[in-house]
């Protein structure tokens, strides 16, 4: 059976570092793409990061040069670590497995919340 | 880009839903629409514009292609009432649409 945990999501200061994990089970991380998909309070669904098979990465405008993906083969977990973190990054923030290159979301975690405050 | 019309809609259980998803360029049928109820995780719908994920009821379909997409319920059940999200994955840069707001008439 797929899951996805996601984990380390917290109150954070403005300007702070946060790194996000995400342990799969049911399935191997590196064989896969993954995504980042966060979801402000009261908001839609924003996608944020995409990491090939590959190695490959790809970022949102909103988070490019702060976020960086990658994963622990050994540890099958997904990360995302989170740089000089701003007020509207404040979400829910989703793990998912894709089901393929250019294509859909078919796993998710149950998220993990970010409070980005002073 | 990808713009949902409506952004809310009230419905009753046995009606017929229609939601659409427009992309500001084409995007092949590279389309997706999830389902969200409050509180929980999106689950997928429907994939590559009208593939349907495995266990989701066959009252769901999705149709289009190039930059114009819908997304049918045939018949609401009470536990359809969620929210819906359009998303296109032809770019490396995934964008999802605003989200349709589905409500019990």
């Given at each position: 059976?797929?899951?996805?945990?996601?984990?380390?999501?917290?109150?954070?200061?403005?300007?702070?570092?946060?790194?996000?994990?995400?342990?799969?089970?049911?399935?191997?991380?590196?064989?896969?793409?993954?995504?980042?998909?966060?979801?402000?309070?009261g908001k839609g669904l924003e996608w944020v990061s995409l990491i090939y098979s590959s190695g490959s990465t790809y970022y949102a405008d909103s988070v490019r040069g702060r976020f960086t993906i990658s994963r622990d083969n050994s540890k099958n977990t997904l990360y995302l670590q989170m740089n000089s973190?701003?007020?509207?990054?404040?979400?829910?923030?989703?793990?998912?497995?894709?089901?393929?290159?250019?294509?859909?979301?078919?796993?998710w975690g149950q998220g993990t919340l970010v409070t980005v405050s002073s | 880009q990808m713009t949902q019309s409506p952004s809310s809609l009230s419905a009753s259980v046995g009606d017929r839903v229609t939601i659409t998803c427009r992309a500001s360029q084409s995007i092949s049928r590279h389309l997706n629409w999830y389902q969200q109820k409050p509180g929980?995780?999106?689950?997928?719908?429907?994939?590559?514009?009208?593939?349907?994920?495995?266990?989701?009821?066959?009252?769901?379909?999705?149709?289009?292609?190039?930059?114009?997409?819908?997304?049918?319920?045939?018949?609401?059940?009470?536990?359809?009432?969620?929210?819906?999200?359009?998303?296109q994955t032809f770019s490396t840069l995934y964008t999802f649409g605003q989200g349709t707001n589905l409500e019990i008439k």
């Open positions: 059976e797929v899951q996805l945990v996601e984990s380390g999501g917290d109150l954070i200061q403005p300007g702070g570092s946060l790194r996000l994990s995400c342990a799969a089970s049911g399935f191997t991380v590196s064989n896969n793409y993954m995504s980042w998909v966060r979801q402000a309070p973190l701003r007020a509207e990054d404040t979400a829910v923030y989703y793990c998912a497995r894709d089901r393929g290159p250019y294509s859909s979301h078919d796993y | 929980k995780a999106p689950s997928l719908l429907i994939y590559a514009a009208s593939s349907l994920q495995g266990g989701v009821p066959s009252r769901f379909s999705g149709s289009g292609s190039g930059a114009d997409f819908t997304l049918t319920i045939s018949s609401l059940q009470p536990e359809d009432f969620a929210t819906y999200y359009c998303q």
